[in-house]
């Protein structure tokens, strides 16, 4: 498996993908998705059918699983590719510029290669399972943490998450206590870069959508944080190892043995 290959492909189209949704933010149309307040626009779909094209005609033998799309290639396949198009449509339709795109590689359920691009400042972060984590391709790691009273720590959730839900609520209040700053961006593909490079301290997930969870929980790993799940599943924390216990501790989380 030519994970070198998957890696320099997964980045160049992930480029190729930002600057296209760059190009379009001032004159893109927003489309109701779902029944939770997502959106879609033309730039979504535009860039994801850019990723898929790109990874079929490279590795014909590879699934694709895209977010607007869906399953593109066999069932069985040995690698199957998750591909956010366009992460923090929200944000990129407010013409905020904070979004980005994820490729993720993963065999079986296990991510391999994990690109992150941050489209609007054309920062790009990777990881080869293994193999560390690199900006621009750059080696990067995690420094040590501030405390975490000092310390930012980022949340994201899904869509289907209701405003009344008690687990996020009461987790979120305590998250809140604890830290200087929870940052709430709607855009997974940025917070991944600023946590790898240690910006942020730890970034907690709650029922999120995978398509930005599990290559970006790669990076952060590649970089230096460790992983932590719940038994349920409903629960990813990622921070560094001297964080780590800290946030689980203040959200009240057991991680699974």
């Known amino acids: 498996m030519d994970v070198d290959a998957m890696l320099h492909l997964a980045t160049r189209l992930a480029r190729k993908a930002g600057d296209l949704a760059v190009e379009r933010i001032s004159t893109a149309t927003a489309f109701s998705k779902g029944d939770a307040g997502d959106l879609v626009t033309e730039a979504d779909h535009e860039s994801e059918a850019l990723i898929v094209q790109g990874i079929r005609d490279r ?69 080869v399972r293994g193999s560390g984590c690199t900006v621009d391709g750059v080696p990067t790691r995690m420094p040590a943490p501030s405390p975490l009273r000092q310390a930012t720590v980022a949340w994201t959730q899904g869509y289907g998450v209701d405003i009344d839900d008690p687990e996020r609520n009461r987790a979120f209040a305590r998250l809140e206590r604890a830290t200087k700053r929870v940052t ?74």
Do not use: K
């Open 184 to 257: 709430r961006s709607w855009a997974p593909s940025i917070d991944w870069g600023l946590l790898a490079q240690g910006h942020l301290t730890g970034l907690v997930a709650y029922r999120n959508e995978r398509w930005d969870l599990v290559g970006g929980a790669l990076i952060a790993e590649e970089a230096g944080a460790v992983v932590a799940r719940d038994a349920t599943g409903s629960w990813v924390t990622v921070a560094h190892p001297d964080a780590l216990a800290h946030i689980l501790d203040a959200i009240e989380l057991v991680p699974a043995q």
């Open 59 to 127: 590795f014909p033998d590879h699934a694709v699983l895209g977010e607007e799309t869906g399953l593109h290639g066999a069932t069985g396949a040995e690698v199957r590719w998750l591909v956010d198009p366009l992460d923090g449509t929200n944000n990129f339709v407010m013409g905020v510029p904070y979004f980005g795109v994820c490729i993720t590689a993963c065999v079986g359920e296990e991510p391999i290669v994990a690109v992150a691009h941050n489209s609007p400042a054309r920062r790009t972060f990777a990881a």
